[in-house]
Structures are given as structure tokens and as C-alpha cells.
């Protein structure tokens, strides 16, 4: 099968969950066979037309021209869909499913969006057009799928995002403080994910201080970038928290492993979230969670099994939850044997196996 992936934007420049979930299905969908093509917006220094571990991709300009660069950028995509001819298109988001929308009416192309996000209440009557007018439409959790149906009532898959557990499993805790240069009775308080207003990272930072009372050793790792980041490192210093919070920059995709597998705590902060493959992450590098109760975090997380919910914008439930976990290594210990059990079900071969069902459904009702 030949599927046409449109992604708003693409690795190694960003790297959220959306990016991350785009690459991991396409390298999935490659090795079984199917020929992966992802298009999205190009960024500076890189080639227009590259093929990646098997995967072609399509990276196509924007003009900063408000509905002029908007109505060229859905000519190239057209022209781009034109040339591949896929079977199926794939949205990576329901506003990027507009593109969809497009290669259905002109092109006659079958088109999936998949929900990798609540981006879509932003912009709900372009969102419902979408919705109307997709062949099929995935959503990453039961919450987000109730959403999606306030703005048009339909059948909605749920397939969640997945992991590749092999890279956490190679990995000691021993090995990875010592590539990081940890000493062994430090603490690590971890987050990793874009320094951005909506994951809510200036509570955690408030959080620091009364997590700090009781555990003094406490390190809180921030891993990516970010437009937040020179606010967040003021909050710090205001704090009296320079050497305590660590900013650690933007890593790549295989060096996450290390610092979840190095760490004590992984926080998620978010005001909003669609799933979380940071999660997931977490789970499978053994870690206790602390997370808001937000979107799909929930569908994962479950309070006082393999993490703690809080509730958004909260710095004091933070402290409270992480202070207990640094605290209680048995409990610790309790909830990572229950997240490396837990996270065995969220695979990619399982979300591709979900995925080439629903594709096939589409392609042969066409």
C-alpha cells in the first residue's frame, strides 16, 4: 500500500509527540512493506526531497503571505499528492486534515485524520469540515474521541500512540548516571518535552522549592527547547533555584532513553495534552509518574498505581506527590514494576496492525 502522511511539521527540527509518532509509524509501516511517503513544511538547511530509513519526504515552503501562503501551500500539496498517487492520505492533526479534505474533492483520495492533539477546539467550524468529510477518524483516547464527536457526530476509532521498548530495555540505571555524570545519591526530578506555556512547566519550577526542603540532592532535569525557556530560567533564578533546576537543551530522539532511565521521577505538567508519548517513555524506563489530569493522561496514568494525577496549574500538589515518591523507594518501586507491565500493550507493530485495518476499510469502500 502506498500512504501519503501530512505532518504540519516534521523531525530532526521538532520533536513532539506528533513529530515522534509520525516518524515511528512510518518506519513501521516501511519495514512491513508499504511504501511511506510524509509531507510537510520545510525547514531552513534541509532538502526538499530526501529519503529517510526507507520513508520519502515531501518538505514543501511556506510563505509568511497570511492567505496567499496558505493558498500556495495547498497547491504544492495537492501537486506533491498528484505526483505520489497514494492510496490513502493520513492527516497527522484534524487541522492539517484540511490538505484531506482537499485531495478528496480534487483528487479522489481516501483520507484518515488522526487527533494527535486538541488543537482542533481552537477552530471548530474549519475542524468540523474536516470531521464531516474524512473517510475515517482516529482519536488517541476515550476523552478525546468524546470531543471530537461534540463537534461532529460520528464513529471515532481510538488507536494510541506507541513506543519502542527495545531502546529502554538496553539500558542500566548504573550505565546511564554514569554517561550523565550523576552521582548516585542525587535525585532526579525529569522532564522532557517542549519549553512551551501549555505544558505548564513554570508550576513544576514552583513546585522546586518545598520539594527541596525535603529532599536537598534534588535535581530537576528540563530536557528540549523552547520559546518559554528564557522565562522559565528567570522563574529559576528568582527562585534561588539555579543550580537545582538543570536546562539541559534539546537532545536527540535516541538519547531520551538515557535521561528516563537515569532519573527518579518523570512530571508532565501540561495544561493540556492529547496522549503523552513522554509517558510512555517514562513508563517503560520504570518510572513513577506525576502527571495533570488532563485529555488522555488519565487512559494512562492511574492514581496511586503507576503515578499520581494532579490537577493543572497546581505547584503544591506537584511538591506534595513528587516529595512522597523521592521519598519511598518501595512505593517507587511498586509503580515502575507496574509501568514496565503497563506499557507492554502500546507498541508500534500494534498501533500499524490497528492502522492497516482502518486504511483497508477506507480503500476498499472507495
Given at each position: 500500500m502506498k500512504v501519503a502522511f501530512l505532518s504540519n511539521v516534521f523531525l530532526p527540527k521538532w520533536i513532539g509527540g506528533t513529530e515522534v509518532a509520525t516518524a515511528n509509524i512510518a518506519k513501521e509501516f516501511t519495514a512491513r512493506g508499504h511504501e511511506v511517503h510524509i509531507i510537510t513544511v520545510l525547514?531552513?538547511?534541509?532538502?526538499?526531497?530526501?529519503?529517510?530509513?526507507?520513508?520519502?519526504?515531501?518538505?514543501?515552503?511556506?510563505?509568511?503571505?497570511?492567505?496567499?501562503?496558505?493558498?500556495?501551500?495547498?497547491?504544492?500539496?495537492l501537486y506533491t499528492l498528484r505526483r505520489i498517487d497514494p492510496q490513502i492520505v493520513h492527516a497527522q492533526s484534524v487541522l492539517v486534515g484540511l490538505y484531506g479534505v482537499l485531495a478528496k474533492w480534487i483528487l479522489n483520495k481516501p483520507f484518515v485524520v488522526w487527533g494527535q492533539g486538541y488543537d482542533f477546539q481552537s477552530t471548530k467550524r474549519r475542524s468540523a469540515i474536516v470531521l464531516k468529510h474524512a473517510d475515517a477518524v482516529i482519536a488517541l483516547s476515550g476523552d478525546m474521541k468524546r470531543e471530537l464527536q461534540h463537534l461532529w457526530p460520528r464513529n471515532v476509532f481510538i488507536i494510541p500512540n506507541g513506543i519502542r521498548l527495545q531502546a529502554f530495555e538496553k539500558i542500566s540505571r548504573a550505565a546511564a548516571r554514569r554517561d550523565l555524570d550523576i552521582g548516585e545519591m542525587v535525585k532526579i526530578v525529569l522532564f522532557v518535552g517542549r519549553l512551551d506555556p501549555i505544558k505548564g512547566l513554570k508550576y513544576l519550577i514552583e513546585a522546586m522549592p518545598a520539594i527541596k526542603e525535603v529532599e536537598p540532592e534534588v535535581r530537576l532535569l528540563l530536557v528540549g527547547d523552547g520559546p518559554e525557556r528564557r522565562e522559565l530560567e528567570r522563574l529559576a533564578n528568582k527562585l534561588g533555584l539555579s543550580e537545582c533546576v538543570i536546562f539541559v537543551g534539546r537532545v536527540s530522539e535516541d538519547r531520551v532513553p538515557t535521561y528516563m532511565v537515569a532519573s527518579d521521577v518523570f512530571v508532565l505538567p501540561s495544561l493540556s495534552e492529547g496522549f503523552g508519548i513522554v509517558n510512555l517513555e517514562a513508563m517503560a524506563a520504570g518510572l513513577p509518574i506525576v502527571a495533570t489530569s488532563v485529555g488522555g493522561v488519565p487512559s494512562l496514568v492511574a492514581e496511586g498505581i503507576n503515578g499520581f494525577l494532579v490537577d493543572p496549574g497546581n505547584a503544591a500538589q506537584i511538591a506534595s506527590r513528587v516529595s512522597l515518591l523521592l521519598g519511598d523507594p518501595r512505593l517507587r518501586h511498586f509503580m515502575s514494576t507496574n509501568n514496565q507491565e503497563k506499557v507492554q500493550r502500546y507498541t508500534w507493530d500494534k498501533v500499524a496492525d490497528d492502522l492497516e485495518r482502518v486504511y483497508l476499510s477506507c480503500v476498499r469502500a472507495t
Open positions: 525547514d531552513e538547511g534541509l532538502p526538499r526531497e530526501s529519503v529517510e530509513n526507507g520513508v520519502r519526504i515531501h518538505r514543501l515552503r511556506w510563505l509568511n503571505l497570511k492567505f496567499v501562503g496558505f493558498t500556495v501551500f495547498c497547491l504544492e500539496v
